[in-house]
């Protein structure tokens, strides 16, 4: 596939992890923010080609991994009711509720469909004019204009059946908290590149400033994870600390200016609780009073009491914010599995538990091997 | 053959045509029922044994060894007709297959028919049809059947249950635990392909695509890799949770580990950008007409050659190893050098956004 | 957290007031709106994410990054003395 291929080209990836070997002198701490950097890492080995000085963190960018807890057993309450068809993108159907999961309200019988697109939600609605299609508007500013564009929609073409359960969250915010923070010990961060598709990288300039900490846009191709990789390595080693984009086929500093319109006709800011985190102060969007006809939350105001207790064995908020491994959870690997999971980060393939549970077997089994030899 | 499994040439005798569609009536054990049979299923699937419409067939066994494969699968597929098949000739080919991963020749079949109030008689006719043409391409025979029906909203418009007995030479040791360290792991041609031919035409995910499933039977292929060899220690069908699958249980049964090389794993372009589109990993998705062998080293440029006279076995390729490191665990060399652990999978495969 | 994929625009079209379009992935077409992309056309490439272009690949920039980075990779390959000296 063109502008995919070429980026997975394993010489020129090599050369590049050939140069930050050489470049790298200190232990540096850097985090990739997307979960869909972590998955594509995870899956090329790209970790485990690094030097030993460079400490990759699973960044909170994984919407599956940060949907709280309160939103989920919000849409089981609603996939539950007979009247409603409750639509998702696939991700979100393993994530553990309180009790259980979007698979298990489907086994009782509630009508639970996976869409590929937001449009096809609206679709759904339109053929089905007897029923409430509720959509599961999850996801980051990548996501944000295509759910608006299906409220838009909703309301221009008056299908009335339609009506969203939004849980978006921004990631400036989140960086922003994660900066803030007095733990958290993060010398570099790299961007996600589709967030940056649709909002630029203006925003970031003022807090590497604020900061000084280096921030590199980055693609999801081993290629493009080596040279964003390469380029933060070299920030950190000059002691340099700007916004550089690798990965300026897809971003420009002002972002996508349509997307980012349709955002602020439909969406406003709002605090939002990120699961594990907690609220983070305007880190999120809600549907503008205009669109409220479409929010599920109003249209069935008895969820809005829904608001369970994070289980406290679970310190997913800890591994997002890259204070504590994987490994140093008490449950991780016995009561936690992927099988099993009790936090987000071990359902998601790309959260930072379930990783290490795959990655983990084989390092112990190789630490086995080395002691006995 | 499957230019012929065309509704056009399938022609309904009277009296069924009175009833377009399945009716509880079809399950009732009466005249309806009985219709029913003569007038779809002996005609596309009798034979000696099963039109003596007993309770038990009667099979005359003298002329074949003694060792017996058993085997039983159910077909639930959604939708019952996709590209490049149905559930018909899946029901056929998946049992068949099943039989064939012992070494065994596939002979009879059970058919177990469970339709669903208001499946459109024509539906049926399209699907016992391209069955009945699986079955001649499989030389296997459909030898005692049953049929229900169950009331409108609890069946998917068809379910099939098939059982397959089949005879294993003498000479033949196939078994999952029979891989040894040093053992070489072959995939019998490009992966992904049904699983992905289903989700082109899934309500909410539908693309378009030439992708077509891969439904085929496997014992002919077998048997050639058979005859160049009596080394092959294990053989899987690679179907629901793919080459992965396939791999891992080989891994679990032997207590050993396997690596392969992902680059060599076959792939279709058109399947490879598809499962890019969804976020799918191909080594996940499911195959209705692929076999991972595992075969002793030493044979196996001749197994592959063999493979490769084979059209269902023209794109085999050697993909890794048997090893004693890491025992019950698959791991996957990477395009950039890298490697990663390649797990059981968990559950459905589902599209992801992230 | 986002799956983006970059297609090329093979069809355009207008439907309910949105700008439509087919993208072709490597031979699988897929429907994509195209509203967020005005300039857009037909033969170019895009970024697909939940069924919706977020960019207009610059073909050009992409061009230009995989020379400047094998042009490193020649640089490398012609001092291979130097690589190894230094791997060792």
Redesign the interface.
Known sequence: ????D???D???????L??IN?TVTRPWKIMEV???QT?SI????????LPPEIDLIHGP????CVTPLELIDKAIALASRPEIIF?S???M??VPGSERDL?SVKAEGGDV????????ALK?ASQNPDKTIVFFGI??E??A??NA?AVM?AK??AIENFAMLVSHVTVPSALTALMESPDVQVNAFLA????C??MGYWEYEQLVEKYQVPIVVMG?E??DIA?ALLMCVQQLEDGRAEVENAY????VQGG?L??QD?INQVFERTDRAWRGIGVIPQSGYRLQKAYADFDAELRFPEIQTIAPQEPSVCISGLILQGLKKPNECSAFGKQCT??NPLGATMV???GACAAYY??G??AI?LGE?EMTQ | MKDQLNISNWTCPLPLQNYPTIVMGHGSGGKMMSDLIHHMFLPLLGNEALNQLGDAAVLELDQYPTRVAFSTDSFVVNPLIFPGGNIGELAVYGTVNDLAMTGAQPLFLSAGFILEEGLPMETLGEITTAFSAACQTANVLVVTGDTKVVNKGHGDGLYINTTGIGLIPAEVAIAPENAQAGDVVIVSGTVGDHGMAIMSVREGLEFETRIVSDTSPLHELVETMLAASLDIHCLRDATRGGVAAALNELAKSSQLGITFEEAKIPLRPAVKAACEMLGMDPLYVANEGKLVAIVKSQVAEEVLAAMHSHPLGRDAVLIGQVVSDHPGMVLAKTGIGGSRVVALPVGELLPRIC | MCLGIPGKVVEIYQANDMKMGKVDFGGVIKEACLEFLPDIQVGEYTIIHVGFGISQLDEEEAQRTLEMLREMEMLADELPELDQGLQV
């Open positions: 596939m063109k502008y995919l070429e980026y997975r394993g010489d020129l990836t090599r050369k590049l050939d140069e050489q997307c979960g869909g998955h995870i899956k090329s080995g790209l970790d485990q080609l960018g994984c919407p599956v639509t993108y696939g991700d159907l393993r698979f469909r996976i869409v590929y697109s937001p449009l096809d759904i996801g980051f990548t996501t204009p295509a564009m929609q221009n073409q996600a590149g589709h967030v598709t649709v999801f081993p290629v040279r300026a086929r897809s971003v996508n349509p997307a349709i992927p099988q998601s393939s790309e795959q990655y077997r084989y089994h091997n």
